[in-house]
């Protein structure tokens, strides 16, 4: 008796779990992504620039075998992203014209990749920072990467990676959010 229970038992749940009228294919679902409030802080970078980053990143010294003093990494590890951040003198060794070409040169390195590049000037003559913005689209290892300088004593490069294959598709939410605090850490660098 207690077989024919749990028998008809199986077959009522069975049959009440078939009884939906919903045949359609459901789409493929993603993450939903929280973003946090944008707050800023200025930060000491122990180097001849300061800039204002924000609460949810980490200012870190870079650690990779041919590193230079100033060479630092913003991480936002809520995002699997870090902004490798490198600064130099402007000396006759190292001149404005031959940094400034090395960026021109380590941006159209993702030409091969890339729907797009786009350049935007960067205008502070109040701070004494001039340089460029480069929106790579498409799906490279970098999608934004720039330079400022005062084209005299102080030059600082930066480029946005994230730590996974690029999908442009996946990460375009992201990027747009990181693409605001960058833009706010370039309106605020200034040299010492």
Known sequence: MNSFKFCYSLLLLLFAACQSNDYAPKPRGFFRIKFPDKQYKVVDTGCPYTFEQPTYALLVPDRSQDTQPC??????????????????????????NQLSEDA??????????????????????E??????????????????????SDSTTHYLRAALYFNEKPHLDSIQPVLDFLRKDIEHMVSTISWK
């Open 71 to 96: 060479w630092q990494n913003l991480d936002f590890p809520e995002f699997n992203a870090r902004l490798h951040i490198s600064y130099f003198a402007i000396n006759p060794i190292a001149s404005f």
């Open 104 to 125: 021109r040169t380590f941006a159209f390195k993702h030409t091969a990749k890339a729907t797009a590049i786009d350049q935007e000037r960067i205008v502070r003559p």
């Open 127 to 148: 701070a004494n920072v001039y340089g460029l913005t480069y929106s790579i689209k498409g799906n490279t290892a970098s999608n934004i990467q720039f330079f400022v």
